[in-house]
T-cell receptor, first 110, second 115 residues
Framework: AQRVTQPEKLLSVFKGAPVELKCNYS??????LFWYVQYSRQRLQLLLR??SRESIKGFTADLNKGETSFHLKKPFAQEEDSAMYYC????????????FGTGTKLQVIP | KAGVTQTPRYLIKTRGQQVTLSCSPI?????VSWYQQTPGQGLQFLFE???????NKGNFPGRFSGRQFSNSRSEMNVSTLELGDSALYLC??????????????FGPGTRLTVL
């Protein structure tokens, strides 16, 4: 069974401080991993995916297969980063079920 | 391209009633997934349809059902509503094939309130 765990429901950081949103997963094989973000009153949207190895809005996430983690990081938090963040997992390729974590609310304090 | 649309946006029902929610995916997307979003549980997967067939199903009771039409539009139905069914129901579409990497595009959701 595939599972995604986000241990923190709420993470509060000061503006300019580093951010790390934790995500651990359980999957037999090589999963595809994503981070989705939901800003206040907006739709849930894709932030980044591990296969692209990209940095979006200053956020990066590295897949650590040994620790089965996909933590989201940003060196300097901005107020506009305040949102709900969801880690998600699917099997490789298409035609796979996507499983979401329960989400972490990031609150950036001015 | 137009985004994922969901109708209605808001619904108020009473216990015991049934409800049907509709989702129109992005043009060309063949996969439609449904999620229940609540403050306590986050996003919980209901089911996914691809080419009119249910491919995946979450751990919800049989009162929750869905279907997909030949134009990829999807509906979900909840029968015998309970207070605990009050939630935001999200629909997401994806190409679900080739190099799409299963990126999901979400609709605005339907806010269901059960009284």
């Amino acid at each position: 069974a595939q599972r995604v765990t986000q241990p923190e429901k709420l993470l509060s950081v000061f503006k300019g401080a580093p951010v790390e949103l934790k995500c651990n997963y359980s999957y037999s094989g090589s999963p595809e991993l994503f981070w989705y973000v939901q800003y206040s009153r907006q739709r849930l949207q894709l932030l980044l995916r591990h296969i692209s190895r990209e940095s979006i809005k200053g956020f990066t996430a590295d897949l650590n297969k040994g620790e089965t983690s996909f933590h989201l990081k940003k060196p300097f938090a901005q107020e506009e980063d305040s949102a709900m963040y969801y880690c998600a997992l699917s099997g490789p390729g298409g035609y796979q079920k996507v499983t979401f974590g329960t989400g972490t609310k990031l609150q950036v304090i001015p | 391209k137009a985004g994922v649309t969901q109708t209605p946006r808001y619904l108020i029902k009473t216990r015991g009633q049934q409800v049907t929610l509709s989702c129109s995916p992005i043009s060309g997307h063949r996969s439609v997934s449904w999620y229940q979003q609540t403050p306590g549980q986050g996003l919980q997967f209901l089911f996914e349809y691809f080419s009119e067939t249910q491919r995946n199903k979450g751990n919800f009771p049989g009162r929750f059902s869905g279907r997909q039409f030949s134009n990829s539009r999807s509906e979900m139905n909840v029968s015998t509503l309970e207070l605990g069914d009050s939630a935001l129901y999200l629909c997401a579409s994806s190409l679900a094939g080739g190099i799409s990497y299963n990126e999901q595009f979400f609709g605005p959701g339907t806010r269901l309130t059960v009284l």
